[in-house]
């Protein structure tokens, strides 16, 4: 099967595991991966990105021109693209832009011009209720229409694509999945030390942005209820404007000895400060106005630090906003997101029953094997592919 995938997130080497591990999945199995050549992640403040082409086996990178550097919706590619069309003639295309986005157009239109005959595939982590006027809505109602079959990161996507009048074949899975070699279970007694953790304080963690949509002044409410009894420290790994506010809130509890701040960590040494946690909790909060549908707002599309710590033999503690109950299922514990009192009840059975701890810690680490490493997902994939035959 050759299959061609369409995406800037493919400039980064590292987030090309899940399709390098499909190349391998079968013989005859052939993975041409398309990435823009210039590209501004965070816009011309933050450096140009110029991804190398490369190859290994079967799987390809391949940077073509492109217009627009900073778009995701607006992102396009020059005549470079044709010729590779030509000469590799794809029978599966799946472009990695949502549903409303120029490139895939494009690519439906020279899927067409070509007589390529190639399933039409795109992938999308859009997960809040939206409308559009025209022309965007004529343009999304074009994809859709040629659409083979849609990859949604996340349940609410899947339903809403249904919404606006999608019917075909609808596969939940995440866009890149955990790397069991670098996220596994590893002792980290030395670095303990260094930040201070006692080997009787029971770690309660948290790993990304210091934002208000992430639920962490609500953590910090529920921990400052946890009864006097119980020996914890809070570690905290990320960084953002809310850390201010935060400490202060921690300080006017009586926890700000607790918190362990540990800032700007390369994702490389994340898997680190996993293994000292006790529990990763992810108590992410919904934001946004649904009765005018804007596009302003906030829902958790995934939780990628979830399936980190599943994979470290964390157990994990997520809110229900939402992706994260569906990616925990009942591998932890979760809780109504801005409820402070049931996120400290899930803390405390925690802290109070080591044998709870361990049975999630490894339903956990199970789970996150057998779903959401690179292998399992280039799996699920190409099966995917397979009911599109």
């Known amino acids: 099967m050759r299959i ?12 090309c595991e899940k399709l390098r591990s499909l190349a391998q999945l079968e013989p005859g199995t052939e993975v041409v991966v398309v990435v823009p ?13 110029e991804p190398r082409s490369w190859q290994e086996g079967s799987f390809r990178v391949v940077p073509v021109s492109n217009w ?40 439906i239109v020279l ?12 992938f999308t982590w859009w997960n809040l209720p939206y409308k559009l006027k025209p022309p965007v809505s004529w343009l999304e109602q074009f994809n859709l229409r040629y659409t083979s079959g849609i990859i949604s990161g996340n349940q609410d996507g ?3 694509l249904r919404h606006h009048g999608y019917e075909g074949k609808i596969q939940v899975m995440p866009q890149l999945g955990v790397d069991e070699a670098r996220f596994c279970p590893q002792p980290q007694h030395q670095l303990a030390a260094q930040l201070g953790i006692q080997p009787d304080q029971f770690v309660v963690g948290y790993v990304g942005r210091f934002v208000p949509e992430k639920g962490l002044l609500t953590l910090c409410d529920a921990l400052a209820e946890i009864h006097p009894e ?34 700007s960590v390369p994702h490389a040494e994340i898997p680190n400060y996993l293994n000292l946690m006790h529990t990763l909790v992810l108590p992410s909060e919904t934001s946004q106005d649904f009765k005018t549908l804007t596009s302003a707002g906030w829902k958790e599309q995934f939780g990628h630090v979830l399936i980190e710590a599943m994979a470290c033999r964390v157990p994990v503690i997520g809110s229900d906003s939402g992706e994260i109950p569906y990616v925990i299922d009942d591998s932890g514990l979760t809780f109504p997101e801005g409820d402070a009192a049931a996120l400290r009840d899930r803390l405390t059975q925690l802290m109070a029953q080591p044998e709870l701890t361990r049975s999630l810690a ?22 995917f592919y397979r009911q599109l035959e």
């Open 158 to 160: 899947a339903e809403i």
């Open 362 to 383: 490894q339903k956990g680490y199970d789970r996150a094997m057998l779903h959401y490493t690179n292998l399992a997902l280039a799996k699920q994939q190409l099966a």
């Open 230 to 263: 119980f020996n914890w420290k809070w570690l905290l790994v990320g960084r953002g404007d809310l850390r201010p506010t935060l400490q202060e809130k921690a300080q006017k509890a009586g926890i700000a000895d607790r918190l362990i701040w540990v800032e």
């Open 4 to 15: 061609l995938v369409v995406s800037h997130t493919y400039i980064v080497d590292l987030n």
């Open 111 to 122: 899927n067409r011009l070509l007589k390529l005959n190639a399933k039409l595939l795109f």
């Open 68 to 107: 627009s550097e900073n778009h995701q919706g607006l992102l396009c590619f020059g005549a470079e693209l044709v010729t590779l069309l030509q000469q590799f003639r794809p029978q599966v295309i799946q472009v990695e832009q949502g549903s409303r986005s120029l490139a895939y157009a494009q690519l």
């Open 37 to 49: 050549k210039r590209w501004r992640p965070g816009g011309v403040q933050k450096g140009t990105i």
